[in-house]
């Protein structure tokens, strides 16, 4: 998976615009969680970037940024969970899930959703 780190506030309205375009992905990953581990390892390891070709992708170390989250949870109004991942379109959440939910096939089918080829 090709990362962009979410380490900045204004990034967040970034996301929202750039998110007309085509849609966003935010993973919030806590370094101190063992499930949070298993969801992003996970995650990388069924990644086909063929299958999801112009989906944005960004991680979130939430113990390092956790207003950032808290932002997040604000700006898409979605409550805090960790690990959490979201799907932006339009500016607005989509799609959200957390901890065991998190699955390469339910983020490919809302992906498939909303891209018409």
Known sequence: MNWNHLT?????????????????LIFKHSTRCSISAMAEN?????????????MTIYHLDLIQHRDLSDEIAISFSV??????????????????N????IAYHEIKRVFDGLVTV
């Open 79 to 96: 409550p805090h969970e960790s690990p959490q991942v979201l799907i932006i379109s339009d500016g607005v959440c989509v799609y959200h």
């Open 8 to 24: 900045a506030k204004d990034q967040i309205d970034q996301i929202k615009a750039s998110s007309a375009d085509k849609p966003v």
């Open 42 to 54: 996970r995650l990388e390891r069924a990644w086909n970037t063929e299958e999801i070709p112009s």
């Open 98 to 101: 957390s901890h065991m939910g």
